[in-house]
């Protein structure tokens, strides 16, 4: 058991963040696989302070998936602050019981703007501006972090004495640099013992795409968690492996076909009832495709997916054209 805050977590496998994934459908269906803490896809500070309604659809939940984290971004803490006054006054049942900051998105839109990893490059301001959002939260605050800008500004080790003399809660490291984005491999052995050095928890992250991935990352760094997000989008079966190993030694077998089938068609039903048919379809020409990775038929099932669905039945054909039950 490892705590944030004043949370007890009784696991091992954080939902990362990711945007255009992690909205309350999808986190719902993972955390039926045994996720154990879940987070919000990136929610925009200046979104919720002009009242952006797709931003505050973000915020969704159900009040049941506890331990659950919103994740907000933006350069400056004032409108940091401004955004979790408006979250308090949200539904009820969409309250978080942590704040994540983001200080790892690699994308220019959000660098350029000086959000996400950019916060990285000067540690002074970023100091001021976490002690500012931590004193001001009224729930436990955490945050993402990268290696840092760039291989001349690997930086993270002051950066997490930074954010821990700032009040942070827990730390989730993805293992590249800003200018790396996701190409080439997460530097895990950088975070060799990591945790050791640390007063607040750590969760690994970056590559985590197989159990044995896992059993890498948390052997290298000796973190409290790993972070599943790209890794998990259409392989819900990894977080059952990750589980069963640590807690009895077993090694789980990969999802045949016809389960990721019929995990394919549970996730579209979750979907169209979070988000509406037509809009729950478009967004699932993303996520669909990513069932099917590797198996017979695979190019053509994923493509087909990926340009053709607009409904549910659409879908449904698809899958039964070629994929026998």
């Not at 154990?36 to 797709?54: A, R, T």
């Not at 994540?100 to 001021?128: E, F, H, M, Q, R």
């Not at 009224?138 to 930086?155: C, E, F």
């Not at 950066?159 to 790396?180: D, F, P, S, W, Y």
Request: with cysteine; net charge positive.
């Amino acid at each position: 058991m490892w705590k944030i805050g004043d949370i007890e977590i009784n696991g091992n496998i954080v939902l990362g963040p990711m945007a255009g994934y992690t909205f309350y459908s999808y986190r719902k269906f993972m955390k039926s696989f045994g996720a154990d803490v879940v987070i919000s896809e990136m929610v925009s500070d200046c979104g919720l302070k002009y009242g952006n309604e797709e931003t505050i659809s973000y915020l969704k939940s159900d009040g049941l998936e506890h331990p659950y984290g919103v994740q907000l971004f933006g350069n400056k803490a004032e409108t940091i602050i401004e955004a979790m006054d408006i979250i308090k006054k949200q539904r009820k049942e969409w309250q978080p019981d942590f704040i994540d900051i983001n200080l790892g998105c690699p994308v220019k839109k959000v660098t350029s703007a000086g959000s996400g990893s950019a916060l990285l490059k000067d540690l002074d301001y970023l100091y001021d501006y976490m002690s500012k959002i931590v004193k001001a939260s009224s729930w436990p605050v955490t945050a993402k972090i990268r290696l840092g800008w760039d291989d001349k500004s690997i930086n993270y080790l002051d950066t997490i004495k930074i954010l821990e003399k700032a009040g942070v809660k827990m730390i989730a490291v993805h293992a590249r640099t800003t200018k790396q984005l996701y190409a080439g491999k997460a530097r895990i052995e950088l975070l060799e013992n990591l945790q050791d050095k640390m007063n607040v928890p750590l969760v690994v992250s970056g590559d985590i795409f197989t159990l044995d991935d896992a059993i890498n990352a948390l052997k290298i760094s000796k973190a409290q968690a790993v972070m599943i997000a790209r890794g998990g989008v259409g392989n819900p079966t990894l977080i059952q492996q990750i589980k069963a190993y640590f807690a009895k030694n077993e090694r789980l077998r990969d999802a045949t076909i016809l389960e990721q089938k019929q995990y394919c068609l549970d996730l579209a039903k979750m979907v169209i009832e979070d988000k509406g048919e037509e809009k729950g379809m478009k967004i699932y020409r993303t996520i669909g495709p990513k069932f099917f990775e590797g198996f017979p038929n695979s190019k053509t099932i994923r493509s087909e997916i990926a340009s053709k669905i607009s409904s549910y039945k659409d879908l449904v054909d698809i899958l039964e054209k070629y994929i026998d039950n």
